[in-house]
């Protein structure tokens, strides 16, 4: 199992990020959150195997259909035991 924290840049917020980051990654069998930060970016943290993150990751660089994502950063993260994906409020 693999732990990641991603933060996506762009226009990623107004443009149905959290509802489509919690679809792929449940559709994955990726357990975590995704919520808008105050400062216009998207982060996400996700657990699961190693070839569903990849999935994740590489499908992030795009997103939703009107999302324009100019960069995603990933930084390992430890598994804060979240039990399936959520959307969360913006911090």
């Given at each position: 199992?693999?732990?990641?924290?991603?933060?996506?840049?762009?226009?990623?917020?107004?443009?149905?990020?959290?509802?489509?980051?919690?679809?792929?990654?449940?559709?994955?069998?990726?357990?975590?959150?995704?919520?808008?930060?105050?400062?216009?970016?998207?982060?996400?943290?996700?657990?699961?195997?190693?070839?569903?993150?990849?999935?994740?990751?590489?499908?992030?660089?795009?997103?939703?259909?009107?999302?324009?994502?100019?960069?995603?950063?990933?930084?390992?993260?430890?598994?804060?035991?979240?039990?399936a994906f959520s959307a969360r409020p913006t911090?």
């Amino acid at each position: 199992m693999r732990s990641v924290r991603l933060t996506i840049s762009g226009r990623v917020q107004g443009v149905g990020y959290r509802i489509w980051a919690e679809r792929q990654a449940t559709a994955l069998g990726i357990r975590g959150w995704v919520r808008n930060r105050a400062d216009g970016n998207v982060e996400l943290r996700a657990t699961g195997d190693d070839h569903a993150i990849a999935a994740l990751i590489e499908a992030c660089r795009t997103g939703p259909r009107h999302a324009e994502v100019s960069a995603v950063t990933v930084a390992d993260a430890e598994d804060d035991g979240s039990t399936a994906f959520s959307a969360r409020p913006t911090v």
